[in-house]
């Protein structure tokens, strides 16, 4: 079992920055592939980032692709997402979610592939 908690989220104008982390408990860490998700109102969940269980490895969706960047500090637990530019259409809450597959690939873009979930940040870019 893993326990998840984002925090960094806030209201911020167009063009800002943000860093959102999410501090993991339980179970070690290292063996868990990590992903940020967000959804917005009346939207479905979306992929984000994803990093692997060394940090090695990283995949973003092709929105938010140049402006955010994934990182992990496995000596902290923690798993961040800095986020640069912001726009209004990043509007969302934003989930962490951990992986307890032994593998990292492509699939790790899609929240089935996730097994915990965090309770969500909520980031608000105003125009």
């Known amino acids: 079992q893993v326990q998840l908690a984002e925090s960094g989220g806030g209201l911020v104008q167009a063009g800002g920055s943000l860093r959102l982390s999410c501090a993991a408990s339980?179970?070690?860490?290292?063996?868990?592939?990590m992903g940020w998700f967000r959804q917005a109102p009346g939207k479905e969940r979306e992929f984000v980032a994803a990093i692997s269980f060394s940090g090695r490895n990283t995949y973003y969706a092709n929105s938010v692709k140049g402006r955010f960047t994934i990182s992990r500090d496995n000596a902290k637990n923690t798993v961040y997402l800095q986020m640069n530019s912001l726009q209004p259409d990043d509007t969302a809450v934003y989930h962490c979610?951990?992986?307890?597959?032994?593998?990292?690939?492509?699939?790790?873009?899609?929240?089935?592939?996730?097994?915990?979930w965090g309770q969500g940040t909520q980031v608000t870019v105003s125009s």
């Open positions: 979610a951990a992986d307890s597959s032994s593998y990292f690939s492509s699939h790790s873009t899609t929240s089935s592939e996730y097994d915990y």
């Open positions: 339980g179970r070690t860490f290292s063996n868990y592939a």
